[in-house]
């Protein structure tokens, strides 16, 4: 699944390419969050002019609408969204916990109600493995229990059993229906909250079983970034060189450029379009609030430095107007913007690893975006 291009000369980012039945993906890369089979306000038309190579669905959503008759109908999530390049879907736990006023956790399973209709449905790991079997996504997140922040040791240890627990019954399920005969790629996600040893833990017996991927779970669910990365440096070192690593759900620019130094390959957030909507674009220089007065006569692009479609073609004073009269179409531009920009960023940190110019990069990045994980360096 994955092959290990480069290796930086000065830091542990590396470049890789990841094998995939609707084609590869050149790493480290980005994921833009297609939830309920679309990125916000983005047709897969421009998901392809950007040139992004994969995008991320949700279990949940999906099995809960459309639902999973229509999607077989369909043939699958590829040709229901008519996207023709690989998918990654989660799990759907995160949301299961995150999003009904009724759930119940078990060793069993997950019982909530949807927070649609208020139907009963019960998510265990064989089932969730059934369904992005139905999906037909090309990589795989097995059931796991996000533990919230804060807390306790207590819970943190319950957790990461039944994490453990999960991911060895996702496993099983996953190659007794032959979804791995498919080509399909089943991850395991690393557990543990703010504690070291559980998360070494965690990643100690998830490697004793042994997935295709592994990602770095339970972190940008309230902790400080100071703690998010602790995780990260906790357990990435533990992870295998032949295999991907995805830091779940992360997240700022910056982040990412400081995590990708870490050794770091996959990513994804909806901070892109959801920060798009609220008027937030992006820059190497950091944030824009383009509602902000100061550019209602200003015509200059939203980045006088990029050469996506918007930036090309409209002023930072029409779109303020779009926001400002909650026109569709400037929500539009601005994700359209954000996420055109995150991907030309991935291509340049896949560059500056190329180059073995990777350190010089992150520094230069980082102070030029004012961020506060320069001292991390």
């Given at each position: 699944?994955y092959?290990?291009i480069?290796?930086?000369?000065l830091t542990?980012a590396?470049?890789?390419?990841?094998?995939t039945?609707?084609g590869?993906?050149?790493?480290?890369f980005f994921?833009p969050?297609?939830?309920?089979?679309?990125?916000?306000t983005?047709s897969?038309v421009d998901?392809h002019d950007?040139?992004?190579?994969i995008?991320?669905s949700n279990?949940?959503h999906l099995?809960?609408?459309p639902g999973?008759?229509?999607?077989e109908?369909a043939?699958?999530?590829?040709n229901?969204?008519?996207?023709d390049?690989p998918?990654?879907?989660?799990?759907?736990?995160?949301q299961?916990?995150?999003l009904?006023?009724?759930?119940k956790?078990?060793?069993?399973g997950?019982k909530?109600?949807?927070?649609?209709?208020g139907?009963?449905?019960?998510f265990t790991?064989?089932?969730?493995?059934?369904?992005q079997?139905?999906?037909g996504s090309?990589?795989?997140?097995?059931?796991?229990?996000?533990s919230?922040?804060?807390?306790d040791?207590k819970k943190?240890?319950?957790g990461?059993?039944?994490t453990?627990?999960w991911?060895?019954?996702?496993?099983?399920?996953?190659?007794k229906?032959?979804?791995h005969?498919?080509?399909q790629?089943?991850f395991?996600?690393?557990?543990g909250s703010?504690y070291?040893?559980?998360?070494?833990?965690?990643?100690?017996?998830?490697?004793?079983?042994g997935f295709?991927?592994?990602?770095?779970?339970g972190?940008?669910?309230?902790?400080s970034v100071?703690?998010?990365?602790?995780a990260?440096?906790?357990?990435?070192?533990?992870?295998?060189?032949?295999r991907?690593r995805y830091?779940?759900?992360?997240?700022?620019p910056?982040?990412?450029?400081?995590a990708?130094?870490?050794?770091v390959d996959?990513?994804?957030?909806?901070?892109p379009?959801r920060?798009?909507?609220?008027?937030s674009?992006?820059t190497?220089?950091?944030k824009?609030?383009?509602r902000?007065?100061?550019f209602?006569?200003d015509?200059?692009?939203l980045?006088?430095n990029?050469?996506?479609?918007?930036c090309k073609n409209?002023t930072?004073?029409y779109i303020r107007?779009?926001?400002n009269?909650?026109?569709?179409?400037?929500?539009r531009?601005?994700?359209?913007h954000?996420?055109h920009f995150?991907i030309?960023?991935?291509?340049?940190?896949?560059h500056a690893?190329?180059a073995?110019?990777?350190?010089?990069f992150?520094?230069?990045?980082?102070?030029?975006?004012?961020?506060e994980?320069?001292?991390?360096?």
């Amino acid at each position: 699944m994955y092959n290990l291009i480069h290796q930086d000369a000065l830091t542990a980012a590396r470049r890789g390419v990841i094998s995939t039945p609707h084609g590869t993906v050149d790493s480290p890369f980005f994921m833009p969050v297609a939830t309920t089979a679309t990125v916000k306000t983005m047709s897969g038309v421009d998901l392809h002019d950007m040139h992004s190579q994969i995008v991320l669905s949700n279990t949940y959503h999906l099995y809960l609408r459309p639902g999973l008759d229509i999607m077989e109908h369909a043939g699958g999530l590829h040709n229901f969204m008519n996207w023709d390049r690989p998918i990654l879907t989660d799990s759907g736990g995160y949301q299961a916990f995150s999003l009904t006023k009724f759930r119940k956790i078990t060793d069993e399973g997950v019982k909530f109600r949807s927070h649609i209709d208020g139907s009963m449905h019960f998510f265990t790991p064989e089932k969730v493995m059934d369904i992005q079997r139905s999906l037909g996504s090309d990589m795989v997140m097995p059931l796991d229990e996000c533990s919230p922040h804060p807390c306790d040791r207590k819970k943190a240890i319950r957790g990461l059993k039944r994490t453990t627990q999960w991911a060895k019954r996702c496993k099983e399920h996953f190659h007794k229906t032959g979804m791995h005969e498919r080509g399909q790629r089943l991850f395991a996600i690393v557990q543990g909250s703010t504690y070291e040893d559980l998360r070494r833990q965690s990643a100690e017996e998830l490697l004793q079983i042994g997935f295709d991927a592994y990602a770095i779970g339970g972190v940008s669910v309230g902790e400080s970034v100071k703690e998010m990365f602790e995780a990260l440096i906790w357990v990435i070192l533990y992870l295998p060189k032949d295999r991907p690593r995805y830091f779940m759900g992360i997240g700022l620019p910056d982040q990412i450029v400081r995590a990708v130094g870490l050794g770091v390959d996959m990513f994804d957030c909806s901070i892109p379009t959801r920060y798009g909507r609220h008027g937030s674009a992006f820059t190497d220089k950091g944030k824009l609030n383009i509602r902000n007065s100061e550019f209602t006569k200003d015509l200059r692009p939203l980045d006088e430095n990029c050469s996506c479609e918007v930036c090309k073609n409209y002023t930072r004073c029409y779109i303020r107007h779009l926001l400002n009269m909650n026109e569709i179409t400037g929500v539009r531009m601005m994700s359209y913007h954000n996420l055109h920009f995150y991907i030309k960023l991935m291509e340049k940190i896949r560059h500056a690893i190329e180059a073995d110019n990777y350190a010089q990069f992150q520094k230069q990045f980082l102070t030029d975006y004012n961020s506060e994980l320069l001292a991390t360096l």
